[in-house]
């Protein structure tokens, strides 16, 4: 069925004016489509730190707000378990990129993408030939809820924060420290009796149980703000197209933030959406939206066959794990790649299969020699 255009309408309406509904819109500016942004312009969110890999910078540079845009960058990453000696370090320079992530706010993001897409927002709906899902949630896809829920909050430190993450595992759940002008920003899973009881404790009592869990490497936490509770679910669309509509961002997948990439992989989702409708005659064409679907997973097949070359050049198919999928439990073949790593079996003991770590790679090629010393680390130190 072609819908035919409305002079009322848009060729491209997207529905939520989140941060990856604005990318969207900015990215189409170019496209001669019509566009509009269903989404209220008014903006009330909690603090939620977002760490940025180095490919939404170039997304973000691309539609013009990333240098208005308050970031911190990561230059290194350490991660670290809990009553365990060893470390790993990752270092932006092995990587070979300017910086292994970014820290921002996400109030602040929304808030530049919005302003910047402020000319084509609606306040009511339109006919359009395509319609595009960034609500951030779909009613009708499958939903887990984790067993855990994250305590967010804004930590100082001394001495202050520099460039240096810190990932840590802790028995409770992963704790990750980000820099962020001069403070941390702490996001810290936990189960949710436990995280109710930190976020209403006391100052006092919440930096102190802060510093035993992440240890003496990030400094003396000091001053704590900014806490709140976020329950984490999985959510993942059986299907990210259907007639004349497309599904992008968490309204795509919701995923677990110790992945750190449900922001980084709804911006992709917006980029490569936008370049496929670049000069398509009919947006809503299911031909042109198959288009993107293949776009999507062409991305997680590059970054699985280096890394499958990766294992094997290096002998390690016994004791590493690729898969097709998110570390964060999709059963959906997506464009994600995890790698899961299983302890090295030394002569005369029996193979243990509880991994020792699981990371999803958005088609991060950068990152792979990177990842050839984590993999080293584990299996070598
Ligand atoms: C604690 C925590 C930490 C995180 N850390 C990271 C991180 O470090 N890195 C990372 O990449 N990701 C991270 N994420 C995930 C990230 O926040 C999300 O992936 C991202 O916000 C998804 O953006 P979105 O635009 O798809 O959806 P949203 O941010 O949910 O925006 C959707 C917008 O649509 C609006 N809307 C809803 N329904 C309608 C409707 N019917 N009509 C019009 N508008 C509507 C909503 O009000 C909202 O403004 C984290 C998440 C959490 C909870």
Redesign the pocket.
Known sequence: MRAEPDVRGVDVLI???????CALALALRTSGLRVGV??SASQNASF?????SYASRLILERVGVWGALAATAIATICVSQAGGFGRTRFDAADAGVPALGYVTD?SELSQRLKEAARELLLDEEVPARCVVH????AADAAERRYAQD?L?ALVQTQPPSVALAFERFTPEGPLALLPFAGRYAV?WSMSPGRSATLAAASEEQFLGELAAAAGAAPGLPVRARARAL?PLVLRVRPATIGERAVYI???AQTLH?VA?????L?LRDAWDLAQTLHGAPDPGDPRTLERYVRRRRLDAGAVMRQLEALVRRRGLAESVRISDACAGGCWMRGPNVTVTIYPAVRPGERPDHVAVGRKTYVASLNTLDCLSRVIDDNLRG
Do not use: H
């Open positions: 529905r939520g004016a989140g941060p990856v509904g269903l989404g939620r730190p977002i760490a940025l996400y960034a609500e951030g949630w994250a967010v996001v976020q961002g968490n309204a933030p750190g990439q449900g922001l980084n709804g």
